[in-house]
């Protein structure tokens, strides 16, 4: 079992920037890639970030590459996603997640543990 709570989320104009933590605890949880989603009132789930279980490999959704970072602390179990350059269309709860195959997925269903979320709101 792994379990995911992320903190960080906020209310921030655009332009301006917010950074997420998500702390993983369990057995399995330093051997996970790590990803971050979001999901818009209305909308599917959407892949953001991901990172491996080391931190030397990650991967970007082309709508946040450049302007969102995503890295881990391995000591402290713990995935951050720095949020530069904030836009309206970033608006959306954010959740964590953790892949026990240690692989960089961008498909919602191939991950095996979930956060509770954390909401994102950039205003114009």
């Known amino acids: 079992q792994v379990q995911l709570v992320e903190s960080g989320g906020g209310l921030v104009q655009a332009g301006g920037s917010l950074a997420l933590s998500c702390a993983a605890s369990?057995?399995?949880?330093?051997?996970?890639?790590m990803g971050w989603f979001r999901q818009a009132p209305g909308k599917e789930r959407e892949f953001v970030a991901a990172i491996s279980w080391s931190g030397g490999s990650t991967y970007y959704a082309d709508s946040v590459k450049g302007r969102f970072t995503i890295s881990r602390d391995i000591a402290k179990n713990t995935v951050f996603l720095q949020m530069n350059s904030l836009e309206p269309e970033d608006t959306a709860v954010y959740y964590c997640?953790?892949?026990?195959?240690?692989?960089?997925?961008?498909?919602?269903?191939?991950?095996?543990?979930w956060g509770q979320g954390t909401q994102v709101t950039v205003s114009s």
């Open positions: 997640a953790a892949d026990l195959t240690s692989r960089l997925r961008v498909v919602p269903d191939e991950y095996d543990y």
């Open positions: 369990g057995r399995t949880a330093s051997a996970s890639a």
